[in-house]
């Protein structure tokens, strides 16, 4: 069965810290994993790493994938309170017409001023 | 662009009671996932649809939960009896096409809360 395994599971820092989140995965026929944002509501999408993609950033936010080691990290610099959230990794599945994402459990980032 | 429309936002019932929620998905979009995610956990799919047609109910629990996407549009998920541990966000989510990831949208879910 696939795992999604995310760490820390939560994470306490003040605003202007660096922080690193980490995602694990045992997944069979790789493609890409995914990065989400959920605050109090929807998931929304933050990034897509693939085969070929290695590293993306978006402004403060960055995000790497070791194919080799099967994990991806989300870093977060210069961190503000708008940063709160829980932040999701998963991987699609893909079976036949099946295909569908497995989501880890998240880590739940509070941001203090 | 509307995006995915849930309803209700909230719910709180008994357990043995039932309840009912509604998707509507982005127009045009033909798949169609409904996922549970209970507190502290993420999401997990329930039912994906393609069309009206069910793909995966492979972690539905059958004997309480019950899913249908009739005209291939909007879906409605119900539980009946509720438990306590249905308490949770029921997730809907639409894709144009179920391949590209990238492409899922949420709607902002349905929280229950199962006495």
């Known amino acids: 069965e696939d795992k999604v395994v995310q760490s820390p599971l939560s994470l306490v820092v003040h605003e202007g810290d660096t922080v690193t989140l980490n ?3 045992e997944v069979t026929n790789f493609r890409s994993l995914l990065w989400y944002k959920q605050e109090k509501k929807a998931p929304t999408f933050l990034f897509m790493l693939t085969s070929s993609g290695i590293e993306k950033k978006s402004g403060r936010l960055s995000s790497i994938l070791d194919k080799k080691e099967l994990f991806s990290i989300l870093n977060i610099t210069a961190t503000q309170t708008g940063d709160s959230a829980v932040y999701l990794c998963a991987v699609p599945y893909s079976g036949g017409s099946n295909y569908k994402l497995t989501f880890g459990k998240g880590t739940l ?3 203090n001023p | 662009e509307a995006g995915v429309a849930q309803s209700p936002r909230y719910k709180i019932i008994e357990k043995r009671q039932s309840v009912a929620f509604w998707c509507n998905p982005i127009s045009g979009h033909a798949t169609l996932y409904w996922y549970q ?3 502290g956990q993420g999401p ?5 649809f ?3 047609g069910v793909v995966d109910d492979s972690q539905l629990p059958k004997d309480r939960f019950s899913a249908e996407r009739l005209k291939g549009v909007d879906s409605t998920l119900k539980i009946q009896p509720a438990k306590l541990e249905d308490s949770a966000v029921y997730l809907c989510a639409s894709s144009l ?3 590209l990831a990238r492409e899922l949208f949420f709607g902002e879910g349905s929280r229950l809360t199962v006495l």
Not at chain 2, 44 to 48: A, D, E
């Open chain 1, 23 to 25: 995602c694990s995965y």
């Open chain 1, 109 to 111: 980032l509070t941001v």
């Open chain 2, 37 to 39: 995610q209970i507190l």
């Open chain 2, 44 to 48: 997990k799919l329930l039912i994906q």
């Open chain 2, 50 to 52: 393609q069309n009206n």
């Open chain 2, 97 to 99: 096409d179920p391949r």
